[in-house]
Every structure is written in C-alpha cells, then in structure tokens.
C-alpha cells in the first residue's frame, strides 16, 4: 500500500477480513512513531499482536524523484514501483494500492512497461486543477505524466 497519510482504514480492513494477509506500508510523510500510533487509534477491535505481525511499514516514497503535484517541503526517500514491491520480498502480491499525491503517473507507466508479479494495480490518480491556460504546464510539466498521457490518448511522440 503506497501513501497512506493519516488513513489506515483500507489497510486495517483489508486485514480484518483476512487475518493471515502480509501488508506492506509505504510512506514518506508518517514516521515510524507517528504510524504506530495512527494504527492505535484507527485499529478498532483488532488485537494489537495480530497488527503488529501483519503490518510492515517502510518509510519511502514512491517516484524515482520527489515529482509528486502536491508535495511541498517533504523530501522524501524514493523509489520507483519495482524497488518498493522488491523491498516487501513477497513471493506473490495479490494488491497494490497506490496513493501517491501525483507520483502515480511513474508507477503506471513503469507496471505497463515492465510487468510485475501483482495480480492487481489499484491506483488513486490525482490531477490538480485543470484549466485552458494551464494545462500544458499541469499535465505536461513532468515526463512521466507527458508520456503516460500520450499513450492513453494515442499520441505516440506526436
């Protein structure tokens, strides 16, 4: 799961219907006292043990540089979506979910270009606001969202 913030409840619930499940928590802007005490707070009934087996929280970020939309003053440690799935070292991974605040675009293009052991992308896509003076600049002022762009709309180098 990458970027959760100060929202744990895809991650909880994810675990409460299934006990046995492994998951990996990725995000640059909770540290590790921070996330635990989140998960405190959010955890509701589930034994404080079986949470602590079953969730592994990583401090990185996802993008290979800080190309987030919003991100303002976080400097965060990257890593593109391949590194991040290589660093939980899960032989199967059944569910990706990225939250990235605009990082997505490189992960999209990365899990079409290389295919990875993930039997599913749940992606969150974030555009910011979007108007005929600024859309070049907004939708095209980063590579990845250039090229992702250009391959939903079929625009192949145009």
Request: charged share 25%; aromatic share 8%; proline share 4%.
């Amino acid at each position: 799961s990458v970027g959760v913030g100060w929202d744990l409840s895809f991650e909880l619930d994810m675990l409460r219907q299934n006990h046995g499940c492994r998951i990996h928590i990725f995000d640059p802007t909770v540290d590790l006292e921070r996330f635990w005490t989140l998960v405190d707070e959010q955890r509701a009934g589930l034994p404080r043990h079986l949470v602590k087996e079953q969730l592994n929280f990583h401090q990185v970020g996802l993008g290979h540089s800080n190309e987030s939309l919003f991100w303002s003053e976080v400097v965060p440690n990257m890593l593109s979506l391949r590194a991040l799935v290589e660093l939980a070292n899960e032989k199967n991974v059944t569910l990706v979910k990225v939250d990235a605040e605009g990082a997505e675009f490189s992960a999209l293009l990365e899990f079409f270009a290389e295919p990875l052991p993930v039997e599913q992308l749940l992606v969150e896509v974030h555009l910011p606001h979007v108007s005929k003076d600024n859309i070049s600049r907004v939708l095209y002022g980063h590579a990845s969202r250039q090229r992702l762009l250009e391959l939903v709309l079929g625009a192949e180098g145009e």
